[in-house]
T-cell receptor, first 115, second 115 residues
Framework: DAGVIQSPRHEVTEMGQEVTLRCKPI?????LFWYRQTMMRGLELLIY????????DSGMPEDRFSAKMPNASFSTLKIQPSEPRDSAVYFC?????????????FGSGTRLTVV | QKEVEQNSGPLSVPEGAIASLNCTYS??????FFWYRQYSGKSPELIMF????GDKEDGRFTAQLNKASQYVSLLIRDSQPSDSATYLC???????????????FGRGTQLTVWP
């Protein structure tokens, strides 16, 4: 398996623009998580899905952030409009019964810079 | 509020020494415990998980769990410069009726192994 695939790896955008991050989880995993990591706040859970259904979105900072999972093999995290304080590394992770005792497998991350 | 606390470090040990990384958690209902390693600029990778009180060994790594004290640790024997990374402790909070669910992460401990 190719692991969790995220795109793009790097994104530089201007304030006010829309940003869409993409994630393909490991096939067969039924949990998908979106995290944001910064030096100041560490790893923050934004939202997670179980069987494509959002379970907990309490970590989504504000209405500018939205996430979808239209099917088991694809999820998006959208920021509209983007702001400089959104600059961070965004990780997608997936989990299932085969993943090391239910631990996560992380994607390589998307480094977002909003200027 | 479910909290996972780690000493931020940095922890610095000489090559060949034992590195000891500690983690405490607040939720007594936690069932599974994970250690992730994150190299600078990379995504977290799972290195150990433990469910039961006591020790679990895997090569140079030993995870120790004490649920009564709400304490989990990671020992790295014969530390190598390649072990230099940030180590994240994570604790599982299962969804109702499920053994899976979100992980709560600590802020991580930065380990440096010097030659």
């Amino acid at each position: 398996d190719a692991g969790v695939i995220q795109s793009p790896r790097h994104e530089v955008t201007e304030m006010g623009q829309e940003v869409t991050l993409r994630c393909k989880p490991i096939s067969g995993h039924d949990y998908l998580f979106w995290y944001r990591q910064t030096m100041m706040r560490g790893l923050e859970l934004l939202i997670y899905f179980n069987n494509n259904v959002p379970i907990d979105d309490s970590g989504m900072p504000e209405d500018r952030f939205s996430a979808k999972m239209p099917n088991a093999s694809f999820s998006t995290l959208k920021i509209q409009p983007s702001e400089p304080r959104d600059s961070a590394v965004y990780f997608c992770a997936s989990s299932g019964y085969d993943s090391g005792g239910y631990g996560y497998t992380f994607g390589s991350g998307t480094r977002l810079t909003v200027v | 509020q479910k909290e996972v606390e780690q000493n931020s470090g940095p922890l610095s040990v000489p090559e060949g020494a034992i590195a000891s990384l500690n983690c405490t958690y607040s939720d007594r209902g936690s069932q599974s415990f994970f250690w992730y390693r994150q190299y600078s600029g990379k995504s977290p990778e799972l290195i150990m998980f433990i469910y039961s009180n006591g020790d679990k060994e895997d090569g140079r790594f030993t995870a120790q769990l004490n649920k009564a004290s709400q304490y989990v640790s990671l020992l790295i024997r014969d530390s190598q410069p390649s072990d230099s990374a940030t180590y994240l402790c994570a604790v599982n909070n299962p969804d109702r009726g499920s053994t899976l669910g979100r992980l709560y992460f600590g802020r991580g401990t930065q380990l440096t192994v010097w030659p």
